[in-house]
């Protein structure tokens, strides 16, 4: 992670491997099948590892807009608490396909379904855009905190509060919401 994050999801050869593991370039070529590949191998692994990990923490939760709060949070946290992580995927999380589908993945249906029961105040039509919005503004929420211009807390929750009233969320109820108690991100 620290090595694409550095030096771009191309940009990273054999060569480089090597000496950030402190190995010889043939230990890579044994432990590592195809090291063009690996980049999307890393992204496809970290996307899959979160996805499951939220979904977990989250499982128990029946409101959608908690689940959707509580999401946006873990995020924000897991990047204070591993920045490498989080660097890694504010760096890569538009531009890699796998990195793109952890932002929308579960996403996308649960506001189907809270927008059909009438719990959010969107369109269908619009579902598509406002995943995009909670995808760009989770990693922007992740870059102040990497940044540190926020805490996690405060801008987990300004970020979730502010994507709860966008979706039609009354402002108080989606502050409280914003602020509910975080489950702890499961460890797989």
């Not at 920045?83 to 506001?111: C, D, M, Y």
């Not at 979706?167 to 702890?184: M, N, Q, S």
């Amino acid at each position: 992670m620290r090595l694409f994050a550095r030096l771009g999801a191309n940009r990273v050869n054999v060569s480089d491997l090597a000496e950030e593991a402190g190995v010889a370039r043939g230990t890579i070529y044994n432990a590592v099948p195809n090291p063009d590949r690996l980049f999307e191998e890393v992204a496809g692994d970290l996307a899959c590892e979160m996805q499951e990990r939220v979904r977990l923490s989250i499982v128990e939760i029946a409101d959608p807009a908690r689940r959707l709060s509580c999401g946006i949070r873990l995020f924000l946290r897991r990047a204070h608490e591993e920045p490498q992580w989080g660097r890694f995927i504010v760096h890569f999380g538009f531009s890699n396909k796998s990195l793109r589908g952890l932002l929308t993945a579960s996403s996308t249906e649960e506001i189907v379904k809270a927008t059909g029961t009438g719990r959010y105040a969107i369109r269908q039509e619009q579902v598509t855009s406002m995943v995009a919005i909670i995808g760009g503004a989770t990693l922007s929420g992740m870059m102040l905190v990497l940044e540190g211009y926020k805490s996690w807390r405060e801008a987990g929750s300004e970020v979730a509060e502010l994507i709860l009233v966008s979706l039609g969320i009354d402002r108080v109820e989606a502050g409280e919401i914003a602020r509910c108690e975080l489950p702890e991100l499961v460890q797989q």
